[in-house]
């Protein structure tokens, strides 16, 4: 038995001594397991210097560099691929190859690199990054600075004279094909009118000194403004233009297109077709101006459809003392003549018949402000009695400093004035609606409207109107009109029902912002008409 147990020692003794010795070579043995590399990430947001990214990423021990892949279009296709053996570089010329591109987003991912490609890391995307805009001393075009078919290059001097301007396709990104070039002369000049561009569509505009660029900016010009065979385009033209000239080729119904800021002169045209005169696209947001100097006429005979004038300045230097839009000495007839959205002032009137036998069968003003018009006012058929106008409608319009309103001695089938703001209008002592001969009205409405007081052309404090109409032949319908409380009638039998309406508890300057030049703007936000009286661009929003 004693045998037994000590044979049995031995053995477990050895089989100790078994294990001790396997442990120890185990731990001679390398036990490492390998294993993915982390996915990069940045110690910072990517930034740019000038047209070079930077990109600092974290450190990685077991990395033995990264792969960089640069997109701009979120890696369906990939710009540039390199590899870097530090976290922290920059992505330019010297590891793409070529200059990256100015004033670009970029994206940027980057994949750690492990001695056994099986373990390099997920990719990772390490975002986005504009690079920064080319120093430039050319300036960054605004609506005023595009039209359809032409645009306007400007810069500051600064360094080597600007002496060229090339025009490219937007998917030229590197600037290497000029679509168009123009030269610039003269050393001193600062800007230039660039043309042959079409209508919708993206350009780079690019100034250079000789070949060398000196900056670039995105030009996208605006939809084409109108075409047709019927269509005069006057813009774009730097000599005068007589319209009585330009206009010797014109078809009926045409349209007249003129340019924001430049004038050009009525020449004494005498209308025997219908016609549109419109404000076309502009370097300036000033409208065209017409010189009525030699007033428009009807060529004797004639018949006509409709003259129009919208978004125009009509006036002439001295015209308060002499001169008119229309000055019709001709027998002929006209469906209408329309002034809207236009600017009329400094004439002695705007539209007047004084010969002749016709018919007008409809005037209106509509979205106009009218201001210093002398005797003759906004419509004057008061020299004879042969020429007839229908219907008048002035609207949602504001006249100031007009001697008359509107004179006739014709009956009129019509008269609408809506939505109107008059001050100074017409002069103390006359009529607001004058008739000379025995004038009858149809059916007469004005609704609306506010009225300050009567213009004292010496500048004293009378402002009384004798009254508002002079025949009692008409249908007189007055809604919502308010008048200031200095605007007055000598004689109430020459009102009409409904009219003045009421009356505001304060001076045309208590209500009204400036009104001396020309602000309307209701400034007393207590006044009742506020909202819904009076000229629409000067109301208070309920």
């Given at each position: 038995m004693k045998l037994i147990n000590n044979k049995f020692k031995g053995i477990l003794l050895l089989f100790v001594l078994g294990l001790v010795i396997a442990y120890s070579c185990k731990e001679d043995e390398d036990t490492s397991v390998e294993f993915r590399l982390f996915q990069p990430v940045l110690n910072e947001e990517l930034s740019s210097v000038n047209n070079s990214i930077i990109v600092n990423m974290g450190k990685m021990k077991r990395a033995n560099g990264y792969a960089i892949e640069v997109s701009r279009d979120s890696f369906k296709t990939v710009d540039y691929s390199f590899q870097v053996d530090t976290n922290y570089f920059v992505i330019d010329e010297a590891l793409t190859g070529e200059e990256l591109l100015w004033f670009t987003?970029?994206?940027?991912?980057?994949?750690?690199?492990?001695?056994?490609?099986?373990?390099?890391?997920?990719?990772?995307?390490?975002?986005?990054?504009?690079?920064?805009?080319?120093?430039?001393?050319?300036?960054?075009?605004?609506?005023?600075?595009?039209?359809?078919?032409?645009?306007?290059?400007?810069?500051?001097?600064?360094?080597?004279?600007?002496?060229?301007?090339?025009?490219?396709?937007?998917?030229?990104?590197?600037?290497?094909?000029?679509?168009?070039?123009?030269?610039?002369?003269?050393?001193?000049?600062?800007?230039?009118?660039?043309?042959?561009?079409?209508?919708?569509?993206?350009?780079?505009?690019?100034?250079?000194?000789?070949?060398?660029?000196?900056?670039?900016?995105?030009?996208?010009?605006?939809?084409?403004?109108?075409?047709?065979?019927?269509?005069?385009?006057?813009?774009?033209?730097?000599?005068?233009?007589?319209?009585?000239?330009?206009?010797?080729?014109?078809?009926?119904?045409?349209?007249?297109?003129?340019?924001?800021?430049?004038?050009?002169?009525a020449g004494g045209y005498a209308f025997d077709k219908s016609l549109t005169f419109m404000s076309g696209y502009s370097f300036t947001p000033a409208l065209p101006v017409i010189d009525c100097s030699e007033n428009f006429n009807l060529a004797d005979g004639s018949s006509i459809g409709a003259v129009h004038f919208k978004q125009i300045e009509l006036t002439a230097p001295g015209g308060f003392e002499s001169k008119y839009v229309f000055n019709i000495d001709k027998s002929g007839s006209i469906e209408e003549i329309k002034f809207e959205s236009c600017k009329i002032h400094h004439l002695k009137g705007i539209t007047r018949a004084k010969e002749g036998t016709g018919v007008l069968n409809k005037y209106t003003i509509d979205d106009c402000l009218i201001d210093s018009i002398s005797a003759s006012g906004l419509l004057s058929i008061d020299v004879v009695n042969t020429w007839v106008c229908n219907n008048i409608v002035v609207q949602n319009s504001t006249i100031s400093r007009a001697e008359r309103f509107v004179a006739t001695m014709s009956n009129i089938n019509t008269v609408l004035v809506d939505g109107c703001t008059g001050n100074d209008c017409p002069k103390n002592g006359t009529i607001l609606f004058y008739g000379f001969g025995g004038t009858t009205i149809n059916d007469a409405v004005i609704s609306n409207c506010i009225w300050g007081r009567g213009w004292d052309l010496t500048g004293g404090d009378n402002h009384a109107l004798l009254g508002v109409f002079y025949k009692v032949s008409a249908s007189w319908t007055a809604t919502n009109n308010y008048v200031t409380n200095d605007f007055s009638l000598q004689y109430a039998s020459l009102g009409v029902s409904g009219f003045p309406g009421a009356v505001y508890d304060g001076t045309i300057n208590d209500l009204w912002v400036d009104p001396a030049n020309n602000d309307f703007n209701i400034k007393d936000s207590g006044f009742m008409g506020k909202g819904d009286a009076g000229d629409p661009r000067w109301r208070i929003g309920l």
């Open positions: 987003i970029y994206q940027v991912q980057a994949t750690a690199i492990s001695e056994d490609p099986q373990y390099n890391s997920y990719t990772t995307q390490l975002g986005s990054v504009r690079t920064q805009k080319f120093p430039s001393n050319m300036g960054v075009p605004t609506m005023f600075d595009v039209l359809d078919t032409r645009a306007r290059v400007f810069w500051i001097p600064s360094g080597a004279t600007i002496t060229n301007i090339k025009v490219f396709a937007m998917d030229d990104i590197r600037l290497t094909s000029p679509l168009l070039e123009f030269d610039v002369a003269g050393e001193n000049q600062t800007e230039a009118i660039i043309n042959g561009l079409e209508p919708s569509t993206s350009y780079q505009v690019a100034i250079f000194s000789g070949d060398q660029i000196r900056g670039w900016e995105v030009y996208t010009t605006r939809e084409a403004f109108i075409s047709g065979d019927n269509v005069i385009d006057l813009t774009g033209i730097s000599t005068e233009v007589n319209l009585a000239d330009a206009l010797s080729g014109a078809v009926d119904g045409g349209i007249v297109v003129l340019e924001g800021g430049k004038t050009y002169l």
